[in-house]
Each structure stands twice: as C-alpha cells, then as structure tokens.
C-alpha cells in the first residue's frame, strides 16, 4: 500500500506556470516508477507523466514540451513543472507510485488530488 499527497496546485492564466509535488510513502515495497494523472471534469482520468527511479522520464503527448517530471527519490517525492498552461489542462492531478518500473491505469488507492485551473 502506498499513501500519497499532492500539492501545488492553484488558479493560473494561460501560458503560466505551476509546480506540483507529490510525497509516498509506501510499506512493504520499494519505490520504482513514479509519475502523475489528471482528470478534468466529465473526462476518465488520463496518465500525464511518469519517471522511473533510473531517471527516465515520459510524457504523454498532449503536455510533451511543456511539462517536467523530476523526482527527489530519497524523499520519495515527485514533482511536475507545468509551464505554458492551456485552459486544456484544468483538471484534478493525482500521483501514483509503483515497484514497477511503470506504472498501471487501475490503482485503487489515490490522494486527494490538487487542482490545478488555467483560465483568465
């Protein structure tokens, strides 16, 4: 079981910038990939970016170029830097942490989330 908790979230105008973090803490495995999802209202919730304890990042293609992921893996903290914000990317954004070096789309355990709202 892994807890999570996202914060950094807020109300940003188009083209600005924000960064998330997100602190685990998981009992009984060791931390591999770590990566972010979002889910905008009346949408499924969607992968955003994921980084693997090597360092490896991916991207889903809607934000490739504008986000970052990083990750601070003594912490076990996960990070993503928005930048050049679209109205498009207003949505709840949750982490998720796994022993893999991916991540899956069917957790069952999630944070709360932080919102992040683009919009002028």
């Known amino acids: 079981q892994v807890q999570l908790v996202e914060s950094g979230g807020g109300l940003v105008q188009p083209g600005g910038s924000l960064r998330l973090s997100c602190a685990a803490s998981?009992?009984?495995?060791?931390?591999?990939?770590m990566g972010w999802y979002r889910q905008a209202p009346g949408k499924q919730r969607e992968w955003v970016a994921v980084?693997?304890?090597?360092?490896?990042?991916k991207y889903a293609d809607s934000v490739k170029g504008r986000f970052a992921i990083s990750r601070d893996s003594a912490k076990n903290t996960v990070y993503l830097q928005m930048t050049s914000l679209k109205p498009e990317d207003t949505a709840v954004y949750y982490c998720n942490a796994d022993w893999r070096p991916y991540l899956r789309s069917d957790y069952d355990n999630w944070g709360q989330g932080t919102q992040v709202t683009v919009s002028s």
């Open positions: 980084i693997t304890r090597g360092g490896s990042p």
């Open positions: 998981a009992s009984g495995f060791s931390i591999n990939a």
